[in-house]
């Protein structure tokens, strides 16, 4: 709004009030697109939370999720402050220690949060004189200091406060959802090597009882390997995929591919050089 031209300014007040363009705003950064964004509900929302499953790291998870509780709770005692002549500083260093989590938290979430309570000028004027007057003496601080805070924090906190915790909700239950969709996974895979196990045992017990009963030499070679031949192929497709997972988070696979077509790219462009 600042760079604006005052006639501009005019035509859009005319449509639309200063409130209403801000929180418009304010509601574009927060549905800003994160990794976690997924597409809406059915098969194709089904498919993206398998991709995320698959590439993203439990490590990547849990810290993900930790930033995002952590900055949930922050949000939640600062709504519950009140500014007051005896704990107007407590409140403005419990806004200020938030403001300064824009260069410590890496989800994108919790940045756009972050963004949303920096771009309020009054919140920003606020915090700089609270900061400026921190230690002054006398338990009694000027009448207007309070005033401003509450106007300007307490006020932006009590309105957005709701859309905050919205958004870094919606966001949780993205991250949780992945996380189980991980350990589902993870029980399939055990599950279907121990049915794997036991249908193998059960061949052999067969094999061994047909033997048992009609001799040995009635049983061909390939009765005997073609257990250890199935158990070798699902062990050979469970090492490549989990490659391809390692080979996928490192960026190896790629690198690889450019570099093969580029090779092989430079020869042609010779030839018709």
Known sequence: LKNMSDKAKLQLKRHLPLGGIRGRALEAVLQTATKY????????GSVDMLRMAWSRGRVELCNDENELQYLQEELSKLKDKESTPNNWRDTAEGWISVLQLRGQLRVECGQAVLQCMCSDDKVLEALGAAKALMNIEGDAPPAALVTIIAQGPGAHIRKQGYRYTKRLNKELVLIRRVKEMQVRAIASLGTLLVATSVAIGN??????????????GSQSLLTWLLPFAVLVGLLGLGLLGLAICLCRKKGICGRRLASCCCGRSAPAHAVIL
């Open 37 to 44: 964004e997924v597409r809406a509900d059915g098969f194709e």
């Open 203 to 216: 061949y052999f017990s067969r094999v061994m009882y047909d033997a048992v009963r009609n001799g040995f």
